[in-house]
């Protein structure tokens, strides 16, 4: 579908919370602008998101939305994580991935700056102490 995880990120940041400003959506995404900046040049040639005059927002700077064409596949590729088919594991397993993922999305733009997510579940608890050797 010619799309990663980091450009599904993006898509979903934008579906839910609109257009923003380009160095908005880098703050929530936790990179640098010149890496989204790069990344967005590319999704625009794909036509997955388009720029937004920022008349239509009421206010100045270069506003980001999702294109009608970005979310089509975008619901493709959420259809596509959800099919049972495309993977090899079993659908309890999958379930708790896909949740798993998502809340590791969700914490990535929740959590304060500089403050690191810990390996384990979404809220940055470890899965099993370190001492513990089924860990």
Known sequence: MGLTQERVTVLRVLLADGPMRRAELARRLRVTAQTLGTALVSMAGQGLVEEVPAETVGRSGRW???SERGQKLLADAENLE????????????????????????????QRAPGKPLLAG???GSPLAAPSDPQG
């Open 64 to 66: 980001m939305a999702i």
């Open 82 to 109: 959800q099919d049972e088919s495309t993977a090899g594991i079993g659908p309890e397993l999958r379930s708790e991935l896909i949740m798993l993922i998502r809340g590791l999305e969700h914490g990535k733009q």
């Open 121 to 123: 579940t979404p809220d």
